[in-house]
């Protein structure tokens, strides 16, 4: 491992696998009556984030927690930097308290690579998501759970997703959990679909590692898994789509969509969903979906990223013998 977590795409084959398969020691800790590790004990982890968020950030201070480290939850509002503080200064700050972690989600792509390079502090750095760029925790949770609805949880130990055919629908233009997506599971042996109105890809796309179609529904049969993107309006400056009603009748899964996926086929979402929009109702709330499981593996996965960054060489879970007497 390398000593910050930037991008998806800074991982090997075999980080990506170490971190799937300490995320499972670290969700059978949840299946404990008291879910803690002393690992991270006496280490202070920041969570930085100068966006609004609910999963991402209360799945890292989860993490964090139940690693027994001590955690200090910074925002944006209500803070120096609305008084027009900057990021090197916040950092500076920091770095004087003494913090051994930063978890940061930034609005400004690239701010997690500026924190982690500057030499502004000396903190192991955590990107948490920056604009349209990347959210490499989130892909990592996205497949673990692939993994174990598509592997098996004991089945899939060591294991990448070699020969799995996934399909991303949506908003890709503003979406870093695509492109974190898009690297991370082609990094795992993935075979990726893109599903998008023109309007709504990115500039380049032809460089990325996947494949790309306007047709959802001729895709959808050969998918094993099927990931929903929200349409992020709060970072549109224009019109990508004529209404909501036709975006969902081209690019929404609803029933029938989702009758036609292979039996085995997931459906999932990285959160927050607009229901009636790009995932209906039935959909969202079938056994197919993922989405609540997507949020309960989001702790492991972050777990197992801090114990690899700031644990050491312990075991990841200690197991205590019982002397016969």
């Given amino acids: 491992m390398q000593r910050h977590l930037i991008s998806a ?7 990506a696998v170490q971190i799937l398969d300490t995320a499972e020691e670290m969700a059978r800790v949840a299946d404990r009556p008291i879910k803690k590790l ?19 950030r209360i799945s ?10 001590d955690v200090i939850n910074f925002t944006a509002k209500g803070s120096s930097v609305s008084k027009g503080e900057s990021l090197k200064d916040t950092a500076q700050t920091l770095e004087a308290m003494g913090v051994d972690a930063v978890v940061i989600r930034h609005g400004a792509s690239g701010a997690p690579y500026r924190l982690a390079n500057s030499g502004w502090i000396d903190a192991v750095v955590i990107n948490a998501g920056d604009g349209t ?10 497949a673990f759970t692939m993994r174990r609805r598509l592997v098996g949880r ?26 974190s997506n898009v690297d991370l599971l082609h990094t795992l042996g993935a075979e990726v679909t893109l599903v998008a109105p023109p309007t709504l890809l990115p500039v380049g796309i032809e460089t990325w590692p996947c494949e790309v179609s306007y047709d959802l529904d001729a895709t959808l049969p050969k998918s094993d898994a099927v990931m929903m993107l929200r349409v992020q309006r709060e970072r549109m400056n224009a019109a990508f789509f004529p209404t909501e009603r036709e975006y969902s009748r081209r690019y929404g899964l609803d029933g029938d969509r989702m009758a036609k996926m292979p039996e085995h086929a997931i459906v999932m979402h990285p959160g927050p969903m607009v229901r009636g929009m790009e995932i209906t109702a039935e959909v969202a709330d079938s056994e197919r979906c ?17 114990y690899l960054l700031l644990g050491g060489n312990q075991p990841a879970v200690t197991h205590t013998r019982v002397e016969e007497k």
Avoid at 296 to 304: F, K, W
């Fill in 9 to 15: 795409a800074d991982l090997t084959r075999d980080d």
């Fill in 38 to 56: 002393p690992t991270l004990r006496g280490r202070t982890i920041v969570n930085l984030f100068f966006e609004d968020s609910t999963r991402t």
């Fill in 60 to 69: 890292f201070e989860a993490a964090e927690k139940r690693l027994s480290a």
């Fill in 133 to 142: 760029h990347q959210h490499p925790t989130q892909s990592l949770l996205d």
């Fill in 154 to 179: 004991d089945a899939g130990i060591g294991q990448d997703l070699s020969g799995k055919r996934i399909t991303l629908v949506g908003d890709v233009l503003h979406s870093r959990v695509a492109r």
């Fill in 290 to 306: 993922t989405a609540i499981e997507q949020v309960a593996n989001g702790v492991s996965i972050r777990m197992a990223v801090l």
